[in-house]
């Protein structure tokens, strides 16, 4: 908002000095002279005033109260509460809500560590919410989390949020994990370590930014970190509301290499949503869930795997980072539902 207001003054200011430039052929400018500087003072008290209306305008967007707002170099963080309980949004954007995220991250992580040969060392990118770390937490073979998330605020509010903490039960103050602020692209190519598993976390491919982290160079980075036996999941939006997206980042994970997995769950907040198991070899099931979840069962485990057909997979381009074919599926795809 401040920067939209910011241009507006911009334009306001070279308005008021045409009157000068342009003053014998308007011929009498002093009317104009006195919009151009009230606009201007209406624009400057706006400008100081940013924080305040967006915050009156988020109350009017988000159907809950909003309890945080935040504007940090890279994202929006909002976080509303309602008598079922809280949710995160990034840029507006739903990333969870405390009802049913156990749904969501039981699926995204758990299918990953019952595949891996080992378990010792896992690698998180993206997950600043704390919410991942927090069930791989539940193996004790886990020796060591790093969790990689670009937004030093989102780790820090995972920490200092009383609600957040406890959702995600102090995972990211755990002596086991190790929290890094760095773009997830930039601090693969600079790393030499290599983990058991990997989980990917990254919002949805809805712009470029977040685009190059679904492509093959991004999963050929990935790759080279991988210990023998080792698997990563990646959460791979939906493949009912955006099927050719889900079925675009398979493809771009199969071209990089990988062989893959492709599996579903239903999480109310957000409705069908997908993943990709990816791995160099085969990757078999052969470890036991752990106790205590939520949702996910040894027994109804290989029910993911099944796709009915109107989410069963469709011709998709491989998503490279001189084409971002993906972010083009996404947008086409998400404006057809919203």
């Not at 099931?285 to 290989?302: C, G, K, N, V, Y």
Request: glycine share 6%; hydrophobic share 45%; proline share 5%.
């Amino acid at each position: 908002m401040r920067t939209s207001l910011v241009f507006g003054l911009l334009n306001a200011l070279v308005g008021l000095w045409s009157t000068w430039l342009l003053a014998p052929l308007l011929g009498s400018v002093t009317r104009l002279r006195i919009k151009a500087v009230v606009v201007s003072v209406l624009l400057v008290v706006g400008i100081a005033m940013a924080d305040s209306m967006t915050s009156v305008f988020e109350e009017q967007l988000y159907n809950d109260e909003v309890v945080h707002a935040q504007q940090t170099p890279y994202q929006r963080i909002v976080v509303t509460r309602s008598h079922r309980g809280f949710s995160l949004f990034l840029n507006g954007n739903l990333q969870f809500s405390s009802v049913d995220e156990y749904r969501y991250h039981e699926a995204l992580v758990h299918p990953a560590f019952q595949a891996a040969r080992e378990r010792a060392q896992v690698l998180i990118l993206g997950g600043g919410d704390g919410l991942a770390a927090r069930e791989a937490l539940r193996y004790g073979d886990v020796q060591r989390v790093t969790l990689v998330d670009l937004d030093g605020a989102m780790t820090k509010l995972a920490v200092e949020s009383s609600e957040l903490h406890e959702l995600n039960q102090g995972s990211l103050t755990s002596p086991k994990v190790r929290v890094i602020n760095d773009d997830a692209m930039q601090w693969l190519t600079t790393t030499t370590e290599q983990f058991d598993v990997v989980i990917v976390d990254f919002p949805d491919p809805n712009n470029f930014s977040l685009g190059k982290l679904y492509t093959t160079r991004f999963y050929a980075l990935l790759k080279a970190h991988l210990a023998p036996g080792a698997v990563a999941v990646v959460q791979s939006t939906s493949p009912l509301f955006a099927r050719r997206s889900y079925w675009c980042i398979d493809a771009t994970l199969r071209a990089a290499g990988f062989e893959t997995q492709p599996y579903h769950v239903w999480v109310p907040s957000f409705g069908e949503w997908g993943y990709v198991l990816a791995s160099i070899g085969p990757a078999p099931a052969i470890h036991p869930l752990p106790e205590q979840l939520r949702f996910l069962s040894d027994d109804t485990m290989p029910t993911l795997f099944q796709f009915p057909k109107d989410m069963d997979e469709v011709p998709a381009e491989v998503n490279r980072l001189n084409n971002q074919v993906l972010v083009h599926y996404y947008e086409e795809e998400w404006r057809r539902w919203n």
